[in-house]
């Protein structure tokens, strides 16, 4: 274990200002057909999305797979603060290229990929230039409910919808060995998960602790044991045990038992915290070894109980946050997932299963990912809603 892993090269290359950029020569926007919200308490609608034709950087995608994230859930119905309406989520998404522009040489019709949570970024920051694409000192732009500012401010619309175009240096080669709707959650998911584990250099002889056991939490799992670590999920309900032992869980932990949290006291060397509830870490804390570490992925909407700093101080423990991954290490996390035979466990819902869906969601009836088969989402119709 080794902290502060350096990323991979960033795969981008040096782009043209804005205005140097042309068009590819290809043909007009297109239609797409979509789901979405048109208000806070709306559900999901069907709706037609205008998708902007390829310029000569840009690779259109006809989408077969869109996971379903939580964060969906916050976005539509208005949870993290106001929403430019209507508003078509999702962002893991999977499917075969259909044009590309002029100058992409790297993509070509009839390859699978994908696009996760971001889709530009300034590419001029000391991040960006890293690889670090998620952390862009100028902001990147998310897939969907961002300004758009190389395409006019528009507002970005997601991957509920039968196609997209994106910018060549924001999309993702999904090797084909991997099922293409088990991988669509490994565009979020699987990347906020792989980035902390790969930044302190898990692997065999390490062990893992993982609180939580939904959509993040079963992949933390799995990633882990791919990486050779040994891995231990802390749970509070009984009734995960043997769902975290089907995963490859080593051990798991009923964290309300306090003598049970004792036998862990110094036996992990990091945490991965999935949890998006407010709950003490201080517990967890002593579980770790010298130079342990905590990664919290949850974002709780209300605030944490205080962190004890003797807790950190005692044992040079690092309490960190980590955000997904940037495209040359989503890159990584794929190509290494095809090697292992890591995907994310889903249930594929129809595009008129989606509002059900969120509801459990909501209820953590899911085990562990929906994602939407873009290909019930119907035809678009003959004017577009955005």
């Known amino acids: 274990m080794t902290p502060g892993r350096p990323v991979p090269p960033p795969l981008a290359k040096p782009l043209p200002d804005v205005g140097d950029v042309t068009d590819a020569g290809t043909a007009g926007p297109t239609l797409a057909a979509a789901y979405g919200a ?8 069907p709706l037609t999305v205008a998708r902007r034709a390829p310029k000569e950087d840009d690779v259109e995608i006809a989408i077969e797979f869109c996971g379903l994230c939580h964060s969906d859930v916050h976005a539509t119905r208005g949870e993290w603060g106001s929403q430019s309406y209507p508003l078509v989520p999702g962002h893991e998404i999977v499917g075969r290229v259909s044009r590309v522009g002029s100058a992409v040489g790297d993509f070509a019709p009839g390859d699978r990929v994908g696009v996760g949570c971001l889709v530009d970024s300034c590419r001029e920051c000391d991040s960006c230039l890293d690889g670090l694409e998620q952390y862009c000192e100028n902001g990147m732009t998310g897939t969907y409910g961002s300004k758009d500012a190389r395409n ?17 240096r924001y999309v993702l080669r999904v090797p084909e060995s991997l ?9 979020c998911a699987g990347i906020t998960t792989f980035s902390p584990l790969r930044h302190f250099e898990v692997e065999e002889g390490d062990v893992v602790g993982v609180i939580g056991l939904g ?3 079963h992949m933390a799992v799995k990633l882990a044991k791919a990486m050779g670590a040994e891995v231990k999920v802390f749970t509070t309900s009984e009734s995960k045990f043997a769902a975290a032992r089907e995963l490859g869980a080593d051990d798991v932990i009923l964290s309300r038992d306090e003598a049970a949290m004792a036998a862990a006291d110094r036996s992990i060397d990091v945490i991965i915290d999935t949890v998006a509830a407010p709950h003490d870490l201080n517990p967890y804390f002593r579980t770790l070894r010298l130079d342990g ?19 950190l101080i005692r044992r040079r423990i690092a309490y960190a946050g980590s955000l997904i991954g940037g495209i040359a290490e989503t890159q990584e ?7 292992h035979g890591v995907a994310s466990d889903v249930e594929v819902v129809g595009a008129d299963q989606l509002n059900e869906a969120y509801d459990r969601m909501v209820a953590g009836d899911v085990k562990y990912r929906f994602v939407l088969d873009a290909s019930t989402l119907g035809s678009p119709s003959e004017r577009a809603d955005v």
């Open 293 to 311: 570490a905590l990664f919290q992925l949850g974002l709780p909407s209300e605030a944490m109980p205080p962190v004890n700093p003797g807790a």
């Open 215 to 217: 959509g993040l939490g």
């Open 333 to 339: 996390m794929l190509d290494f997932c095809a090697e």
């Open 152 to 168: 006019g401010g528009s507002i970005t619309q997601g991957g509920y919808s039968t196609s997209i175009v994106v910018d060549r």
């Open 38 to 45: 048109t208000a806070a308490d709306s559900g999901l609608v």
């Open 179 to 187: 099922d293409p709707a088990a991988a669509a959650p490994l565009l």
